[in-house]
């Protein structure tokens, strides 16, 4: 029994081979439908997101597998097969496992952490349950994997720091004022990166927000679409005694917002901090501003060094996260290799065992009195009657071990004696 | 046996600033656990020394330098464990452990004083000025630390040089609210401190104010947190300049502690807490 996974991502194929399979959203149940169908494959999972597409399957006759699979890519995407075959990986048995143990912790994103590929997995795993296409192999390694991702998650700063503009910029407003809810925010001018930012905040429950623009119909728009509150330029000022964070990204040659201007509000906002946020080239908001008490100003630049660093930062976090990985990897072949029938045999024996030891030392004081003839008498008695009790269950297992439904019986019967206890089971 | 107390307490306050600072450092919610309860501990074994004392004394145990700086020390530690419970700001014990380990560093090191007190320490009236002006103290204590947080976060941000403590300290209006409340709570129990001491004087002394200089200090005190409380409400005095000002308040409050007690002589100095006894 091997396990496969071939695919491709945004190392690996250019976006407009991979866009032919991410397009249809139905593509990932055609896959698993025709997946189903054929006969050499037994388990299978199909991950198509718009960085990468993966199949991952379980088959007895590895050859005969991928060159089906293959072709069904390339029927599904309407790729020719030289094509695919060589912007695609194929990777097997440890190699597949640790792959998918590295996409579900973000390992293998385009943004190293990024937090929304262990949501699409886990849409792709429940896809595959739907269709009944996963079994225990694959219910096993995809609980692995988001077990993986959680101890990634927890244990590396790997998805800590922000590592774009506008999110830096949302953090930074949370450093300063612990919750965004009861704050309002004041958006001046509307470029691209103003409105990205805009829509973090809101994302992180800002209270309240506010547009201002030269041009009204802008303004109007943006507003809309922020369902925010819409005021004139001139009334900016005015603002500056209410809001908290101000993101200002106007072309406007000179500053909009100035020294003494912001100077003159603080006494009577009671110096409730202020926070500009200004991705304006040429800047918006004069560099003095900054020198005020309670006033926090950061430029474009600012905000590109704090990304920087955070990149950094993750790349260090992300060599911990490999150990991880490979460590899970270990573990998790180590599960596989009991998924075969005389290990299975061998552990149940053994437990059995283990339990007549420790329950005749139990029983010690007990049966103190007998000779050394009566207790070996008692321990085989014991132990033929452990034998009688798991004769059954051995011989069902032996007369299955050649039937495709093994793996299932073994992981049965594995849990039902919890013969992996040790092994800190699933998660 | 007040000694073993003693130092249990002392060894407790020890293994758990090491253990607050390693959860400085490494950030582990475990280690954070297990200093938190360390501490707990210490401040048991303190309670239970204290109470001890108390009972032998019959008298707060603060009539010298040595048992003062260790009620100083208890009396942080009990405001800050109040405070946990309501804040869960972790990172807050960071600072808090190494000042009370410090003060029982200090305290440890001087001499053991025995012998009988004076039949006028055994005053409710002095038990409660000093339960009150330490919770006081301590709740200044915390203040003060808060600030000095809130500067090391406020310097970071500001200058944009983020370094290993920006993602370890909190936001800047959760240090600044730590700040504020403990000012808040902290000034009517210094201010009940000081008038159950004058209430005792008057009962002592037959007079509620006799501009002993540590009175003048503490009013000094008193009267410089006023001030910055009363900034912070009316003006909306807030962040940096609040923090440095309670900061510098709380100098003042260390030097009408230790320096007013030590050097300035009056019958609130330890020489003649101690002198006092002797007359009897």
Known sequence: MKIINIGMNHKTASVDLRECLATDPDNAKKALTSMREIKCIKEGLFLSTCNRVESLFTTDTAGEAKASMIALMSRLGNIPEKGLLAASYTLEDIDAVTHIFRIASSLDSMVVGEPQILGQIKEAYTQAIRQNTSGVILNRLMHRAFHVAKRVRTETGICEAAVSISYAAVELAKKIFHVLHDKEALLIGAGEMAELAARHLIAHGIGSMLVANRTFDRAARVARQFDAGLVSFEEIGAQLLTVDIVITSTASPGFVITYDQVKGSLRKRHNRPIFFIDIAVPRDVQPEVNKLDNVYVYDIDDLKGIVELNVAQRRQEAIKAERIVQEEGAKFERWLKTLSVVPTIVSLREKAESIIQCQLKRSNSALGQLTQAQRDAVLTLTRSVAEKVLNDPILFLKERADRPAIDRYLDLTRRLFSLDREDDGRA | ?280
Not at chain 2, 1 to 14: E, N, R
Not at chain 2, 55 to 65: K, N, Q
Not at chain 2, 132 to 148: D, E, H, P, R
Not at chain 2, 213 to 239: M, Q
Request: net charge positive; glycine share 6%.
């Open chain 2, 1 to 280: 046996m007040a000694s073993l107390w003693f130092d249990l307490a002392l060894f407790s306050d020890l293994l758990a600033t090491g253990g607050f600072v390693v959860y400085l450092i490494k950030q582990d919610r475990r280690v954070f656990r297990y200093s938190y309860w360390i501490l707990f501990c210490g401040f048991i074994f303190h309670t239970i020394f204290l109470g001890y004392r108390y009972y032998t004394l019959g008298a707060v145990p603060v009539l010298d330098l040595k048992s003062a700086l260790s009620f100083f020390s208890w009396s942080v530690i009990c405001v800050y464990l109040v405070f946990q419970l309501k804040s869960r700001l972790m990172v807050l014990g960071s600072f808090v452990a190494p000042f009370a380990a410090f003060l029982m560093i200090i305290s440890s090191a001087m001499p053991w004083k025995y012998g009988p007190v004076s039949q006028d320490f055994k005053s409710i009236w002095l038990t409660l000025h000093v339960c009150t002006i330490f919770i006081g103290n301590g709740l200044f204590a915390i203040a003060f630390l808060a600030a000095i947080m809130y500067l090391i976060q406020e310097y970071q941000i500001k200058n944009k040089r983020f370094g290993s403590f920006y993602s370890r300290l909190p936001s800047l209006a959760t240090l600044d609210g730590i700040n504020y409340y403990s000012l808040i709570y902290g000034f009517p129990f210094l201010t009940v401190g000081i008038f159950a001491g004058s209430i005792y004087a008057q009962y002592l002394h037959h007079t509620y104010w006799q501009w002993d200089p540590k009175e003048v200090w503490s009013l000094i005190t008193w009267l410089f947190y006023a001030a910055l409380i009363h900034e912070r409400i009316a003006v909306g005095w807030r962040g940096r300049r609040a923090a440095i000002m309670s900061i510098v308040c709380f100098c003042i409050l260390i030097f009408t502690f230790i320096g007013a007690s030590l050097w300035l002589g009056g019958y609130h100095s330890f020489s003649n807490l101690n002198a006092q006894k002797a007359l009897l």
